[in-house]
């Protein structure tokens, strides 16, 4: 009997490792999340995501298409988060709402020029029938000071980026207020999922100030996880606000003005002329080498007389 038990042990031993080693180099996902605890699998993408043991559970009464907010406990929040999901249904229905902070993510990486502070998800599902649902709303998330010192970040260029069909999508967000301890951020959605809360590190100037529409079409891309720098060298330093606006010499009301600026050697091109009114346009001054305050004289009626 024992002779047996050591030959059935032997023989499930032989083949348990190489299976074990084949599904390491052919399905590295699959076995890290059949290796691991507190793992949730997604089956619609095909992947796993690494769970905490933080999250939590709602069931609310909704009705048609008024908001319907859900409050995360501040016990809670500490370890998610997530301080408020709002949504809004077309018709009146009960729904679970699960809020979890991801321990780890495996899946699309967010592009390089996003540094990543955590992820989260957000799932809403009919009581009746168990199908999930997916409203549309906002969520209000925070961010810990500490971790915006430490890296040395700006606070007004923390994002939500989405997880959709195996891409990231960036989403506008609005910071709302701080506090001694957080900031906290407001984020629009069309729909919930995966979320991952992150900054823009991207050290050039912001092209999507004044290409917004271009951003938002190539976030939507997945070959395009990189800055506007990578196809337009030199660009954020070199470019001139005529380069795009060729046509603005012609008005009366400019050309002296673009004229004098071509001869000032102070700023690139005629670009001393578009800031003077423009003077929200993050335009480079490039003979600028350190941090000083600079004022520009100059006559309008000499220039129009």
Known sequence: MNI???HYILLGSRIMIPAVILGLLVFPNLVNCALQQSVRVMPKQG???????????????????????????????????VLEVVFKLPKKMRISVNVSRLRE??????????????????VFKDVSTGKTVEPTGYV??????IWIEKGKYDPSRVVL????????????????????????YKTELPS???????????????????????AVELSMSPYHNFNCTFCHPGMSRNVTCVRCHPLIGNFSAHKKF?????????????????????????????????RRYMSF???MGELHE
């Open 161 to 184: 980026l989405k997880l959709i069909e195996q891409r990231w999508v960036v989403f506008k967000t609005e910071l709302l207020k701080e506090d001694a301890k957080n900031y906290y």
């Open 47 to 81: 992947k796993c995501y690494y769970l905490t043991n933080e999250s939590f559970n709602s069931t609310v009464e909704v009705y048609p298409n008024e908001y319907t907010k859900v409050r995360i406990p501040p016990e809670k929040v500490e370890k998610i988060g």
């Open 4 to 6: 047996m038990r050591r």
């Open 258 to 290: 673009i004229e004098w600026a071509e001869n000032n050697t102070l700023m690139k091109g005629s670009n001393e002329a578009c800031i003077a009114c423009h003077t929200y346009a993050k335009i480079p001054i490039l003979n600028v080498t350190e």
């Open 297 to 299: 004289e100059f006559d």
């Open 105 to 122: 993510f495996i899946g699309p990486r967010p592009p390089e020029n996003y540094h990543i502070l955590y992820y989260f998800m957000i």
């Open 192 to 214: 919930f999922s995966i979320f991952a809360v992150a900054v823009n590190v991207t050290t050039t100037e912001n092209c999507t100030e004044c290409h917004r529409d271009v």
């Open 140 to 145: 209000i998330f925070e961010v810990p000071k």
